[in-house]
Nanobody, 126 residues
Framework: VQLQASGGGLVQAGGSLRLSCAVS????????MGWFRQAPGKERDFVAA????????FYADSVKGRFTISRDNAKNTVYLQMNSLKPEDTAVYYC????????????????????WGQGTQVTVSS
């Protein structure tokens, strides 16, 4: 299984970006996909997750109301729409996938995901 993240870039505060995570090597009809981010010198933090069966979504408090995670099963791709970006959103963003439908307490933790993408840099200037 390979995950290819894309869509990062440099944007001014208040702007928007859409990240994509394309999955190859396996078709996910169930399981969990998530986005995490890691700023320099900090731990990898949960951003958002989606259960592929049912479509339930979960967000970190810091992005709730600004970011939206969605999926296109036909394209085997998960998206992260990021609006009203802030300088503190600057980080490398990673997508992750797991074949299991993770419980809410697990999907926010990086260690529960089996597969990871390579990361895409998001930089928000003030």
């Amino acid at each position: 299984v390979q995950l290819q993240a894309s869509g990062g870039g440099l944007v001014q505060a208040g702007g928007s970006l859409r990240l994509s995570c394309a999955v190859s090597g396996r078709t996910f009809s169930s399981g969990t996909m998530g986005w995490f981010r890691q700023a320099p010198g900090k731990e990898r933090d949960f951003v958002a997750a989606i259960r592929l069966s049912g479509g339930s979504t979960f967000y970190a408090d810091s992005v709730k109301g600004r970011f939206t995670i969605s999926r296109d099963n036909a394209k085997n791709t998960v998206y992260l729409q990021m609006n009203s970006l802030k300088p503190e959103d600057t980080a490398v963003y990673y997508c992750a996938a797991d074949p299991q439908t993770l419980m809410a307490g697990s999907l926010i933790r990086a260690r529960y995901y089996d597969w990871w993408g390579q990361g895409t840099q998001v930089t928000v200037s003030s």
